[in-house]
């Protein structure tokens, strides 16, 4: 049948900023202009005006019309946006829409922690669960984990930090890009303690940051030990022998674990989120940042003398994350520990800048050189500062023009006409280089982006559906997740509110998508079904994506 996708008024069914941009898309085949009216909870007309006619959206394949009613300047809640008959989901309108998400785009990440209790008091009955992988039976893992058969002859404890996603794996690479993005969260919006609802709260540090720490603490786990033939480099990943079934708590997995090989990229990772962590930690916790360095440089040293240890594709009962190219993970490396450190001796291996064609993600951080010296201008000459903001506008320009340019407003654009696996997470890193591309030009259209692209995630897009678990009245729920697996055991529940959906992915790579998506556009190849991993999982990754853009949202507001 065809796909049910809500009202053909598309807006952000969260709400718009009162001091922020308020554009809708509205599906139609008119071809010329239209009247929309923007009606109030008690259905009264608060503003009228009329519609751009667009043309058929690219990666949709909707034939569009824009809206914009930004001169509108009241405030509330239950606003409606209405062409003809055709009226949209609710919305609200105010200085603190992303107040609450705020908080709980980073909820995620304490809902999905290894080796402790999931609280009631934190998370509500319905969430709270029992501590998984401390090597309590059925568990085998994290507390003594061995080395994949015929790999190595050790175990280590790697018990801690974030699931990675449904799953119950834990991979350095895509673990420490969230790591870095929540310290770089912190830095870019600060944030204090007692706000998030996680038993660290109260303990004097930024509880963000305490949040980052439980998955710091856990990488720097996987370091291979001193006396090792490996030592210093890092465990690409640990987890299961097999991939388990859903539903499945993570203390309930009876599955051996094991350790897979060191990676070169695994350990540059380390060594990039290490030395971000000493130089983030060091007003907070001395010690702990003073043994984040030690372990990035030493991880530094080890990737140096193994450049080119690469985690193989394939493999059973867990993500690959392989990745054959680790020219952009040194460079990210060196920027990091030359923002920590100063020494001109990180900075000549700084080779890599921000391209708009490829963002940043756990595969490809080059980009994410720029952004670590973004932050610490001041190491920079004076020439190299202008230098590195050119590179970073630069870029923006591209994404500013791929938002502006699209039916559906979003900074991400791919070049082959294929979105990729994990597609939101796209979005909300460039809207991320958007927003850190204002802050250093002062430049408003680049904020204006930013925020525009939140519309994008909560609903204004070619499925009408908010790709956040209760943020909007259509909005994504059954996201693949091995304990948030309401839609098959009705005693568990929901994904938790604030859980970013992987998005729309060209690639049809699971059998309910390839079962329901098959020609579809790329930008409705997505299904709000707990089986299509490859279109509806949710990663720690992604989460740290939205966390930081609605930081950013609710600072702005
Ligand atoms: O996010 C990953 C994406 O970039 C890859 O294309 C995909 C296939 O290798 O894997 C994604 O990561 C998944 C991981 O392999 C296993 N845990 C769930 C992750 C999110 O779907």
Request: negative net charge; charged residues 20%; aromatic residues 10%.
């Amino acid at each position: 049948g065809v796909p049910d996708y809500g009202s053909p008024v598309r807006v952000n069914q969260l709400g718009y900023l009162t001091k922020g941009p308020k554009r809708a898309t509205y599906v139609t085949a008119a071809t010329t202009e239209l009247d929309w009216r923007l009606l109030d909870s008690g259905n009264k007309v608060v503003a009228t005006g009329k519609s751009k006619p667009y043309g058929v959206d690219a990666m949709s394949q909707d034939a569009v019309q824009l809206i914009d009613f930004g001169n509108f300047r009241g405030t509330g809640t239950g606003f409606r946006l209405a062409v003809g008959n055709d009226i949209s989901e609710p919305f609200d309108i105010g200085d603190q829409v992303y107040a609450g998400l705020r908080q709980d785009a980073l909820a995620y990440f304490y809902n999905n922690r290894s080796g402790i209790p999931i609280e009631a008091t934190y998370v509500g009955p319905q969430y709270a669960r029992a501590a998984g992988h401390l090597g309590i039976a059925p568990n085998q893992g994290d507390t003594n984990v061995p080395c994949f058969p015929g790999t190595c002859d050790y175990s280590l404890d790697v018990r801690g930090g974030w699931y990675d996603a449904g799953d119950h794996g834990k991979y350095v690479v895509n673990g420490a890009l969230a790591a870095w993005q929540l310290l770089d969260l912190y830095e870019a919006s600060q944030g204090a303690d007692g706000t998030l609802r996680i038993p660290e709260a109260g303990n004097g540090d930024p509880d963000v940051l305490d949040e980052a720490r439980w998955e710091l603490d856990f990488i720097l786990r996987m370091q291979v030990p001193a006396g090792q033939a490996l030592a210093g480099m890092v465990h690409h990943k640990i987890h299961d022998e097999k991939w388990t079934g859903l539903p499945l708590a993570p203390a309930a997995d009876p599955q051996p674990r094991y350790l897979y090989p060191p990676s070169t990229a695994a350990t540059l990772n380390l060594a990039a989120v290490g030395a971000r962590c000493a130089r983030v930690y060091a007003r907070w916790d001395r010690a702990f940042a003073t043994r984040c360095l030690a372990a990035a440089e030493k991880a530094w040293n080890a990737a140096r003398q193994h450049p080119a240890l690469y985690a193989p594709a394939g493999g059973e009962g867990g993500g690959a994350y392989d990745d054959t190219k680790v020219t952009d993970e040194f460079s990210w490396a060196a920027a990091e520990l030359f923002a920590a450190t100063g020494r001109a001796s990180y900075k000549k291996f700084v080779t890599t800048s921000l391209k708009a064609a490829d963002g940043f993600s756990w595969q490809e951080t080059g980009g994410l050189a720029d952004l670590a010296l973004a932050r610490v201008p001041w190491r920079l000459p004076v020439v190299e500062q202008w230098k590195l903001r050119q590179r970073i506008a630069a870029v923006a320009d591209v994404y500013l023009a791929d938002l502006r340019s699209q039916g559906y407003a979003t900074p991400y654009k791919p070049a082959d006409g294929k979105y990729v696996w994990g597609s939101n997470s796209g979005v909300a890193n460039n809207a991320m280089i958007l927003a850190i591309a204002a802050g250093l030009t002062g430049r408003a259209a680049y904020r204006t982006a930013a925020l525009e692209s939140l519309d994008y995630l909560l609903g204004r897009n070619a499925v009408g559906l908010s790709y956040v678990t209760g943020y909007g009245e259509r909005s994504s729920h059954n996201q693949h997740h091995r304990f948030w697996a309401h839609s098959l055991n009705p005693s568990l529940p929901s994904p938790y509110p604030g859980s970013l959906a992987g998005g729309p992915n060209s690639g049809l790579q699971d059998p309910v998508a390839q079962r329901n998506l098959q020609g579809c556009a790329p930008a409705k190849c997505y299904i709000d079904e707990i089986g299509s991993y490859s279109t509806n999982e949710v990663a720690v990754n992604w989460n740290s994506a939205l966390a930081w853009i609605t930081a950013y949202a609710d600072f702005q507001g």
